[in-house]
């Protein structure tokens, strides 16, 4: 056999053996959008790094969290996490003990900690459903990753990280939302979100808003989500 040849299928071999079918399994999924990259690209190197180091120093920090000592709960058997531009996903597989209070609590960690940032809060859109999905530290693919992706395009509008309707019945979500204030539900549509505001933020977003409503440099639609979270600050 030709050497290369070789090669290549002992590659190939290694490979195949790496995955199995408990790779593909049931996950909840967030997927993460920060709003205005285009925006932020303008900015220099420095302030670039500091937006990507508020999200590595969550995941650093979460990185020395260890479950009772063991498992840590960055890992391929709690959440796996990848970040590629100003898209984040997070998965966590749905059978492993409090998944679902875990992955709200990293993704709520992520969301607060980009907000702040830099010298202007940078919001983060997004949407956490359920569903089939394979993540290493290679690749993410599978329904889940899918379904949180449009529930982010096509349902979130503004900048909240909001739930699946499909989650609403099960015993983890039911059990969150009783007992913890991390998820709020919006009563214009009825989906709950992530919540991201905070007394000690409020005043700074407020008056940011109030800037973003109006400018004429802003487009109706955009207009449209600052007026959403001015309504959000009245409520809290």
């Known amino acids: 056999m030709d050497p290369l040849q070789e090669i290549k299928s002992q590659i190939n071999l290694s490979i195949q053996k790496k995955y199995t ?10 997927f993460l959008d920060i709003l205005g990259m285009k925006n932020l690209l303008d900015k220099n190197y420095s302030e670039l790094r500091k937006l990507f180091n508020s999200i590595e120093s969550i995941i650093a920090l979460y990185d020395q969290i260890s479950i009772m000592g063991k498992e840590k709960i960055l890992s391929q058997n709690q959440i796996r996490i990848t970040v590629m531009s100003d898209s984040i996903v997070l998965s966590m597989k749905k059978d492993i003990e409090r998944s679902f209070s875990k992955i709200i609590g990293v993704s709520s960690a992520i969301i607060n900690q980009v907000l702040i940032s830099l010298s202007e809060p940078v919001f983060i859109r997004g949407g956490i459903s359920a569903g089939k999905l394979s993540h290493t530290d290679f690749s993410v693919f599978g329904p889940g990753l899918v379904n949180s992706y449009l529930l982010e395009e096509n349902q979130a509008i503004y900048m909240r990280c909001i739930l699946s309707p499909q989650l609403y019945n099960e015993t983890e979500f039911k059990n969150y939302i009783s007992t913890q204030k991390a998820i709020v539900q919006d009563k214009k549509d009825g989906l709950y979100f ?3 505001l905070r007394p000690e933020n409020k005043e700074v977003i407020k008056e940011f808003a109030k800037l973003q409503v109006e400018s004429d440099k802003n487009n109706d639609r955009i207009k449209e989500k600052y007026s959403w979270l001015l309504d959000r600050l009245e409520i809290i």
Do not use: G, H
Not at 21 to 30: F, G, P, Q, R
């Open 21 to 30: 079918e408990l790779d593909y399994s049931e996950c909840y999924v967030a």
């Open 194 to 196: 992530i919540e991201f």
